[in-house]
């Protein structure tokens, strides 16, 4: 498997532009996670999913920021309109549950965007 | 902007030397916890975890501790490498969360040859 694959890598954006993030994650995988990291704030997670359905969208920093999952292969992370607050790289992991044990997340290798 | 303010924790070792990284967690529900590492320009990586009713945990090199009494988790890496050199993260979870991680401030370590 190629791991998790996200797009673009790199994003510069103007401010009030729409941007959308990509998310491809590892087969089979059933959890689906967007992180944000900043310095200021370090990784911090937006919203999950399980089974292509949200169950925690409380890291969501306000409405401008929506996510889906309209199938089990394929996630976006839209930001609508952009601000350069909102400059940051945008992490995509997946995870498999396995019972009661340890879900380890896989992540992508990120998408810098950057608002101007 | 972005880069203002933060200034993650840093550890400068020798090539060789055993390397202990340090986190502070607030969750005494969390059912496990995990160190990550990244290099630069690349996603977190899983190193390993430890349920939290374990103390210690040893994996290739690695080594995790857990005081749950003081809340206190640390990495120590043997005879550390150059390629170790990378900010590790530590990070709660609980099992009927599917690997949602709550992570910490990351500390980033310098190994010097």
């Known amino acids: 498997d190629a791991g998790v694959i996200q797009s673009p890598r790199h994003e510069v954006t103007e401010m009030g532009q729409e941007v959308t993030l990509r998310c491809k994650p590892i087969s089979g995988h059933d959890y689906l996670f967007w992180y944000r990291q900043t310095m200021m704030r370090g990784l911090e997670l937006l919203i999950y999913f399980n089974n292509n359905v949200p169950i925690d969208d409380s890291g969501m920093p306000e409405d401008r920021f929506s996510a889906k999952m309209p199938n089990a292969s394929f996630s976006t992370l839209k930001i609508q309109p952009s601000e350069p607050r909102d400059s940051a790289v945008y992490f995509c992991a997946s995870s498999s549950h396995r019972g009661s044990g340890n879900t380890e997340a896989f992540f992508g290798q990120g998408t810098r965007l950057t608002v101007v | 902007g972005e880069n203002v303010g933060l200034h993650l924790p840093t550890l400068s070792v020798q090539e060789g030397d055993n390397s202990i990284i340090n986190c502070a967690y607030s969750?005494?529900?969390?059912?496990?916890f995990i160190w990550y590492k990244q290099e630069s320009g690349k996603g977190p990586q899983f190193i390993i975890d430890i349920r939290s009713n374990m103390d210690k945990r040893q994996g290739q090199r690695v080594t995790v501790l857990l005081n749950k009494t003081v809340k206190h988790l640390s990495l120590q890496i043997a005879a550390t490498q150059p390629g170790d050199s990378a900010v590790y993260f530590c990070?709660?979870?609980?099992?009927?969360?599917?690997?949602?991680?709550?992570f910490g401030q990351g500390t980033e370590l310098s190994v010097k040859p």
């Open positions: 969750n005494s529900a969390s059912d496990y």
């Open positions: 990070a709660e979870s609980r099992y009927n969360q599917g690997g949602k991680l709550i």
